[in-house]
């Protein structure tokens, strides 16, 4: 099994891609934004505790996370592994999903950092609350938080990818297909 990390800000572009590189590498795409927006639209009991979280862009509680990709990964039969895509987004949810690998035998592989500016992601999520309904993309000052938030407390986790030699940064201006190229070449190096 491989283990990719989809990385990089809000806007960033990693759902966009993580869904067509997961097709295209028989990968499990686990998005753990999306995994919590099932919970928000299926109205659980969860769902509706960090609905207020999500929507001023803070980030939700690490237990909760981990609870949610530990079950998947144990769920998992029949794939050439994981893209990661939005976890982990602190330091402790790196070294949770670091143990939960080692101890199934597995490891990070690759760590793929989409490179965009804040004037771009801005640009992007403003258009997306065009037509996404999501109450995180709909405020400009969420989106700075949101932006603040993974300066603050995602991007140090950039430093255990450099440490393992697993780090990847890749342009993430362009076409999504001129991208999706980029971290195709980036895939086929460990596969
Ligand atoms: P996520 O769902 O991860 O949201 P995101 O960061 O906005 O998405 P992404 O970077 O994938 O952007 P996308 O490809 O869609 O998280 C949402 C919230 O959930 C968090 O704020 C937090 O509250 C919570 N959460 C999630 N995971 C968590 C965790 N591990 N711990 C704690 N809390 C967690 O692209 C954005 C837009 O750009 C799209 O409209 C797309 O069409 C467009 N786009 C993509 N590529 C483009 C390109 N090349 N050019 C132009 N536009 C492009």
Redesign the pocket.
């Known amino acids: 099994m491989i283990n990719v990390l ?1 990385f ?11 869904v067509t590189l997961a097709k295209k590498y028989n990968m499990l795409h686990l ?7 099932a919970e928000l639209a299926a109205g659980t009991e969860l769902g509706r505790k ?1 609905a207020a ?2 929507s ?7 237990e ?2 981990i609870a949610m ?1 530990a079950q998947k990964i144990d769920s998992t039969t029949g794939k050439t592994g994981f893209i990661f ?6 330091v402790e ?1 790196a070294d949770a999903l670091q143990n939960m690998l080692k101890e199934r035998g597995m490891k990070i592989d690759l760590m793929l950092v ?1 490179d ?1 500016n804040d004037t ?2 801005m ?3 403003k ?2 609350a065009l ?2 309904g ?1 109450a ?2 709909a405020d400009e000052a969420v989106i700075n938080n ?1 932006i603040a ?2 300066r603050a407390k995602t991007e140090p986790v950039i430093d255990y990818g450099r440490r393992a030699k697993v780090s990847r940064t890749v342009e ?5 297909d ?2 999706f190229v980029r971290l195709c070449r980036h895939i086929e190096t460990i596969i």
């Open positions: 989809m990089g800000p809000p806007g960033s572009g990693k759902g966009t891609q993580s998005s753990t934004g999306d995994m919590l927006r960090m979280i999500m001023a862009g803070e980030l939700v509680p690490d909760v996370v990709i895509d939005g976890f982990p987004r602190t949810q989409l965009v771009e992601l640009d992007r999520m258009k997306r037509v996404s999501r995180d993309d949101r938030v993974y993430g201006i362009g076409s999504i001129d991208i």
